[in-house]
């Protein structure tokens, strides 16, 4: 995915910090950073082998904060 569209699916995270992130996942080989040689240049990030192996428990983690997280944060609001 291109930077912007991280920006926009990351639930209002600030870009200075998505940056730094993805700079951490990429310096511990789960992404990788790729620079497209368009102008203005175009940043693309995709998983590497390791990252697809972390993607499960990943998606277990998002499927357990919506059925036990979500809900108290809404009850909370409430």
Known sequence: MKFNELLRVACGIDPKTLARVLKYLA?????????????????????????????????????????WVLPEISAARS
């Open 27 to 67: 310096g511990e080989e789960i992404v990788r950073r790729d620079v497209l040689g368009t102008q203005p240049f175009t940043v693309r990030y995709t998983l590497t082998n390791k990252g697809e192996q972390v993607r499960p428990v990943m998606q277990s983690l998002k499927a357990w904060g919506e059925n």
